[in-house]
T-cell receptor, first 114, second 109 residues
Framework: DAGVIQSPRHEVTEMGQEVTLRCKPISGHNSLFWYRQTMMRGLELLIYFNNNVPIDDSGMPEDRFSAKMPNASFSTLKIQPSEPRDSAVYFC????????????FGPGTRLTVL | EDKVVQSPLSLVVHEGDTVTLNCSYEVTNFRSLLWYKQEKKAPTFLFMLTSSGIEKKSGRLSSILDKKELFSILNITATQTGDSAVYLCAVINTDKLIFGTGTRLQVFP
């Protein structure tokens, strides 16, 4: 199994630009989670989906952030416009609902906003 | 507000030492508690604890949960340099994980 796939692995952009992060969950997993990790705040849940439907987006910091899951094998997290304080590592994780509760994390996208 | 607090924030030890990492929580709809190890990449799963007083063990690592006092500990015996990492505690609230900020463990030869 390829595991959770994220792209890009690194992204450097300038303030005000749009950033799109991508995630492919493990095949067969029906729950997908987006996290942000910083030194100051640790690992924070931004949003999660069950069966492609957003369940809880209370962790999304503000309207500049949006996430979609158009099908079971793909999700995006978009930041528009980006700001320097968005610099962080963004992780995607997936799991199979109803099974043992183990989330599998992707390798993360390191975002730097200049 | 749900919260998970880990201590200490940072720990420096020598190889062969035994360490104890702490995790306390205040969470509504508690289901289980998980421990993850994070090196320079994504967190990897170590243990899931659901019942009080039952120790989970994997090699030199062990963990136990106290649901009455709302905490868990992770023990690592005979530490090795490869144990150097950030150890994350997370609690399942309904269907999502709430993470602590982690304990950074550094093991020197």
């Amino acid at each position: 199994d390829a595991g959770v796939i994220q792209s890009p692995r690194h992204e450097v952009t300038e303030m005000g630009q749009e950033v799109t992060l991508r995630c492919k969950p493990i095949s067969g997993h029906n729950s997908l989670f987006w996290y942000r990790q910083t030194m100051m705040r640790g690992l924070e849940l931004l949003i999660y989906f069950n069966n492609n439907v957003p369940i809880d987006d209370s962790g999304m910091p503000e309207d500049r952030f949006s996430a979609k899951m158009p099908n079971a094998s793909f999700s995006t997290l978009k930041i528009q416009p980006s700001e320097p304080r968005d610099s962080a590592v963004y992780f995607c994780a997936s799991r199979l609902s109803g099974g043992a509760y183990t989330q599998y994390f992707g390798p993360g996208t390191r975002l730097t906003v200049l | 507000e749900d919260k998970v607090v880990q201590s200490p924030l940072s720990l420096v030890v020598h190889e062969g030492d035994t360490v104890t990492l702490n995790c306390s929580y205040e969470v509504t709809n508690f289901r289980s508690l998980l421990w993850y190890k994070q090196e320079k990449k994504a967190p990897t799963f170590l243990f899931m604890l659901t019942s009080s007083g039952i120790e989970k063990k994997s090699g030199r690592l062990s963990s136990i949960l106290d649901k009455k006092e709302l905490f868990s500990i992770l023990n690592i015996t005979a530490t090795q340099t490869g144990d150097s990492a950030v150890y994350l505690c997370a609690v399942i609230n309904t269907d999502k994980l709430i993470f602590g900020t982690g304990t950074r463990l550094q093991v020197f030869p």
